[in-house]
C-alpha cells in the first residue's frame, strides 16, 4: 500500500510540474543542407539547399523539453568522380521530420531581451515521396545537437543531425549510405 501510494504522489508531482511549466509554442521556417554518405570510390554527394516550415512547443525554462513536427524537402547533387561523362544527378526526399530535443537556457531568463540556449535530441524523418531509383526506407531515425538566440519574441536555431539509419532498404546491392543535415530555423515565440 505504501508503495503504490509513494508510486501515486511521485507521478502527481511529475505531471504537475509538467503542467506548471512554461509552454512556448515556436511556429517556423527555415533551411537545410543535406549529405549522403555514399559507400562508393566512384561518386561523392554534396548537399544543397532545402526547405523546411515546422511548429514545435517547449515545455519548461531553465531546462525544458521541445517536441516537433516540421514539414522538410532536402536535396543532394551525385556526382561520378571517375566518368567525366556523368551528368550530375539531384535526389530529392520530402516528408515530415519529428524532433523531439531536451534543452538548456544557458544564458538569460524568460524576462531577458536576449537569451542563448543549447539542446539535444532524438528525430525520425517520415518520408513521403523522393526520386531516387532504388527503394528507399521510407523512416529514418537521428541524433542531433544544436544551439539557438531567441530576441524578445524572434528565435534562430542552427542544429546537426547524423543519421542512424541507411537510406536504402538493400544495402548489400546499393548503399547509398546515411544522411547528414545541417538545420537553420526561425521563428516567433508564443508563450502561454
Known amino acids: 500500500m505504501g508503495f503504490k501510494l509513494l508510486s501515486f504522489a511521485v507521478i502527481s508531482l511529475a505531471i504537475s510540474g509538467t503542467v506548471a511549466a512554461q509552454t512556448t509554442i515556436k511556429p517556423h521556417v527555415g533551411v537545410n543542407l543535406t549529405d549522403v554518405t555514399i559507400n562508393s570510390g566512384a561518386g561523392s554527394a554534396s548537399g544543397q539547399a532545402g526547405v523546411l516550415a515546422g511548429l514545435s512547443v517547449a515545455f519548461g525554462k531553465k531546462f525544458y523539453i521541445e517536441p516537433g513536427l516540421q514539414y522538410v524537402s532536402k536535396s543532394t547533387e551525385y556526382t561520378d568522380t571517375q566518368d567525366p561523362d556523368f551528368d550530375n544527378q539531384k535526389f530529392n526526399l520530402k516528408g515530415f521530420r519529428v524532433p523531439v530535443a531536451v534543452g538548456i537556457n544557458f544564458l538569460g531568463n524568460e524576462k531577458s531581451l536576449v537569451t542563448f540556449h543549447g539542446f539535444g535530441g532524438l528525430s525520425a ?15 529514418n531515425w537521428g541524433v542531433f545537437a544544436g544551439a539557438g538566440v531567441d530576441f524578445w519574441k524572434l528565435f534562430v536555431d542552427a542544429s546537426y543531425e547524423w543519421s542512424l539509419s541507411s537510406l536504402t532498404t538493400d544495402v548489400n546491392s546499393i548503399d547509398v549510405g546515411k544522411t547528414r543535415s545541417i538545420y537553420i530555423n526561425a521563428g516567433f515565440r508564443i508563450n502561454l
Not at 524523418?125 to 523512416?139: E, H, L, P, R, W
Open 125 to 139: 524523418f517520415f518520408i513521403t515521396d523522393d526520386n531516387y531509383s532504388v527503394d528507399i526506407n521510407k523512416t
